[in-house]
């Protein structure tokens, strides 16, 4: 069974760091991209960044582009979000997404339950 | 970037009709366009993928259909258990793109 389990939110100060991971199982991590998404809270879905599955082509959307770095670590089942300069309008619930084929990093087929990050002072 | 215009925001319908939920893309997303459907409190769940493929274990009751920029996703007869968010999703191009979202409720 896919299961994909993500960590390390919180509530942080403005213009801080934090770390997200999702850790991946049930399935061959190395073989898929990957992606994360997100929600703020009583808002919609906003696709955030996607990794290849040998990190050879990453994506972000423009409103986190040169903030948050997204990475994985293969031996580790592991992926990753840095983000950094972390704006209240980066509230939200962050969840990590499979795609369903191997070939692409869409359609997002599986889904972890997401991380809440809350920047506030 | 593609904008994805999805209508209605919010719809009542009663159980056992039939219901559409549009989704227009600014441009041309052939057939890149995703359904998915969100409950209260949980991860969005995918539905329809590639405009008209139904995702594994969905009930056949959904299905979507439609190419370029105008998609439909259609629930045959509405069940209880449809309550929820419906959103679209164009992959064709970077960046991924979501709708704004449909709350569908039981009238």
């Known amino acids: 069974e896919v299961q994909l389990v993500e960590s390390g939110g919180g509530l942080v100060q403005p213009g801080r760091s934090l770390k997200l991971s999702c850790l991946a199982s049930?399935?061959?991590?190395?073989?898929?991209?990957m992606n994360w998404i997100r929600q703020a809270p009583g808002k919609g879905l906003e696709w955030v960044a996607s990794i290849s599955s040998s990190s050879s082509y990453i994506y972000y959307a423009d409103t986190v582009k040169g903030r948050f770095t997204i990475s994985r670590d293969n031996a580790k089942n592991t992926l990753y979000l840095q983000m950094t300069s972390l704006r209240s309008e980066d509230t939200a619930l962050y969840y990590c997404?499979?795609?369903?084929?191997?070939?692409?990093?869409?359609?997002?087929?599986?889904w972890g339950q997401g991380t809440l990050v809350t920047v506030s002072s | 970037d593609i904008q994805m215009t999805q209508s209605p925001s919010f719809l009542s319908a009663s159980v056992g009709d039939r219901v559409t939920i549009n989704c227009k893309a600014s441009?041309?997303?052939?057939?890149?366009l995703n359904w998915y459907q969100q409950k209260l409190g949980e991860a969005p769940k995918l539905l329809i993928y590639n405009a008209n493929s139904l995702q594994t274990g969905i009930p056949s009751r959904f299905s979507g259909s439609g190419s370029g920029t105008d998609f439909t996703l259609t629930i045959s007869s509405l069940q209880p258990e449809d309550v929820a968010t419906y959103f679209c999703l164009q992959h064709n191009s970077w960046p991924f793109t979501f709708g704004s979202g449909t709350k569908l409720e039981i009238k």
């Open positions: 049930g399935f061959t991590f190395s073989n898929y991209g």
């Open positions: 441009q041309n997303i052939n057939r890149y």
């Open positions: 997404a499979r795609p369903k084929f191997l070939t692409t990093v869409a359609p997002f087929a599986y």
